[in-house]
């Protein structure tokens, strides 16, 4: 016998009805104990890697809960617009989004730590700042002031550099090309004398094929191959210097998430865990097959940027920092806690991880 199937036939059989004497809720009880959430996300539906990710996160808040937090999710363009999530969300209209916060930057140039920043964590160190060196209560601290609370839900590792339709030899090439490319790695391209634009994942290809833009940065080879750009752009670059990992927000209602009970809390967080790991994963799974598939049967040639590209990158980025910094207080305490504490994970991880890493791959001749 189940502890369920016990628990209602002895509420049978005592005749109880109500709470109050028992602690037993009653059926209609527990419906009207069930709690709405509406999610709106940047990507589309059934996309392949973001956009499942997306719809499995909010698949699994549904589950976990028994449907006690019943989900309605719709995919960018459903309910409202990609780039519309934010203030759907803020305003209450919807209880959650799942984006990229860096899209938001233009409401506070903070909101770009919590993806990633150009040079910035990699997927492993951006996790453990959050985690457990006050990343997270800094994230508190700027969506709280426009009355958010976001939970990381996603990560995509390391990005590739670009779809490029000419070769970037020097950082001359770069001079009055159109990119689409966010956040601050955009303001990055921009000081390189690029024109950096800002589009939702599913207006990039159209706007890659007439030649509205001229190059694109999207995700890495899982992603990228679903979206075709190989038949719009010849030279795929790496490694991207814009996103070297981070992760993805869960963005919610605040008032409404401080109403909710602890157990309603915790099955939201877990889930947004579960996925925060599953989609990297799922990533460093599928990014070595798909990346043969574009080079091996569609002809895409890969190219790496050179130092001296990567050293302007490296310039332009210092001064983006330091713009960034000068935007507030907030933003200067956020930057702050970053840099400090990629410089000491990552003087960890190259004796460690990289320095495994390089030797095993010379030894296996990878």
Partial sequence: MTRRTFLTRSAQGLGIATAAGTGIISAPAIAQSRTKMTIVSTWPRDFPGLGLSA????????????????????????????FDSFDEVASGNSQAYIAADYYWKGKHPAFAYFTSVPFGMTSLEWNAWIKFKGGQELW??????????????????????GWFNKEIESPDDLKGLKMRIPGLGGDVMAKLGASPVSLPGGQIFENLVSGAIDATEWVGPYNDYFMKFYEAAKYYYTPGMHEPGGGLAFGMNKEWFEKLSKWEKMVIETACMEENAAQYEEAVANNGEFLSRMLNDHGVELREFNDEIYDAFGEAAAEVFEETRDHSDLAAKVDDSFQKNLREMAAYLKLAEIGFSNQRNRVLGI
């Fill in 55 to 82: 719809q499995r996160l909010a698949q699994r808040i549904d589950d976990l809960s028994e449907s006690k937090i019943e989900v309605e999710y719709f995919a960018a363009g459903e309910r409202v617009g990609a």
């Fill in 140 to 161: 508190d601290e700027v969506s709280g002031e426009f009355g958010l609370k976001a939970y990381t839900c996603g990560g995509t590792g390391t990005q590739m550099g």
